[in-house]
């Protein structure tokens, strides 16, 4: 027998990628038993990472209603960044104290990928974020902090699905992601210098909070980002 949190896991990854990608929109419902139907688990597994999806502020559950995938509110957002920063940090300096040759190796292998994406002119920028956003989980494993890890995922998720909002409604351009900050991220954990790590990780988070404004924030006057920003939903695909 399939052990049931490992399903639960299974369905939280598939629907928490859904929702960060914008493949479910924000105001999408979401209907356990199509889900069911569709990854053939029971609802036991469904339901519980539902409940973690809108732990992490990421779905909405409404007694008698059913879920729906939470907006994208401005607030929300520049508080998840504000709390994130000086985290990325400390993600940063314990990384680089206990980094294993492993991790390096996998974070390279990331950085060879970047590479190659940055060589093609017509590379989606969706794509691009991704690989940062795979690299920066990278890190925060490296930690070896189980309660650290679990913070920057809950945070991660809305300020990646904040930015893959501004890649699909704004001009923002892929070369805005400073992939270099990365690379002299990784140079610093192979170093083992937890100063300059920190630093660099902080930095980072901190131009990324600036591009979403000049993008986002500062362009909308919305309460909330939601089903009518987004117009066709599925379109944005």
Same mark, same amino acid.
């Given at each position: 027998?399939?052990?049931?949190?490992?399903?639960?896991?299974?369905?939280?990854?598939?629907?928490?990628?859904?929702?960060?990608?914008l493949?479910?929109? !924000?105001?999408?419902?979401?209907?356990?038993?199509? $889900?069911?139907? @569709?990854?053939?688990? &029971?609802?036991?597994? +469904? /339901?519980?990472?539902?409940k973690?999806?809108?732990?992490?502020g990421l779905?909405?559950i409404? !007694?008698?209603?059913?879920?729906?995938?939470?907006? $994208?509110d401005? @607030?929300?957002?520049? &508080?998840?960044?504000m +709390? /994130?920063?000086p985290l990325?940090?400390?993600?940063?300096?314990?990384?680089a104290?206990?980094?294993s040759?492993d991790?390096?190796?996998?974070?390279?292998?990331?950085?060879?990928?970047?590479?190659?994406?940055?060589?093609?002119?017509?590379?989606?920028?969706?794509?691009?974020?991704a690989?940062?956003?795979?690299?920066h989980?990278?890190?925060?494993?490296?930690?070896?902090n189980?309660?650290?890890?679990d913070?920057?995922?809950?945070?991660?998720g809305?300020?990646i699905?904040?930015?893959?909002?501004?890649?699909r409604?704004?001009?923002?351009?892929?070369?805005?992601y400073?992939f270099?900050?990365?690379?002299?991220?990784?140079?610093?954990?192979?170093?083992?210098?937890?100063d300059?790590a920190?630093?660099?990780?902080?930095?980072?988070?901190?131009k990324?909070?600036?591009i979403?404004?000049n993008?986002?924030?500062?362009?909308l006057?919305?309460?909330?980002?939601?089903?009518g920003?987004?117009?066709?939903?599925?379109?944005?695909?």
């Amino acid at each position: 027998m399939v052990n049931k949190q490992l399903l639960t896991n299974k369905v939280f990854d598939v629907l928490r990628y859904r929702i960060v990608s914008l493949e479910y929109y !924000p105001g999408m419902k979401l209907i356990d038993k199509d $889900i069911c139907d @569709e990854m053939k688990v &029971s609802r036991t597994p +469904v /339901r519980n990472a539902l409940k973690k999806l809108h732990d992490m502020g990421l779905v909405t559950i409404l !007694p008698r209603f059913g879920t729906k995938v939470s907006v $994208i509110d401005l @607030e929300d957002i520049k &508080s998840a960044f504000m +709390v /994130r920063i000086p985290l990325e940090e400390l993600a940063g300096r314990e990384a680089a104290k206990n980094v294993s040759e492993d991790e390096l190796v996998e974070m390279e292998k990331i950085l060879n990928t970047v590479k190659e994406v940055e060589e093609n002119p017509d590379s989606d920028p969706a794509k691009r974020l991704a690989l940062g956003t795979n690299f920066h989980q990278k890190v925060y494993m490296a930690t070896n902090n189980r309660i650290l890890c679990d913070f920057m995922e809950r945070l991660s998720g809305r300020c990646i699905r904040a930015f893959n909002y501004a890649i699909r409604t704004t001009q923002m351009a892929p070369d805005d992601y400073n992939f270099e900050q990365i690379q002299e991220i990784y140079l610093a954990l192979k170093k083992r210098d937890s100063d300059l790590a920190g630093r660099l990780c902080r930095e980072h988070v901190e131009k990324a909070m600036a591009i979403l404004g000049n993008h986002i924030m500062s362009v909308l006057h919305h309460e909330e980002w939601g089903m009518g920003n987004l117009s066709n939903g599925r379109a944005l695909k």
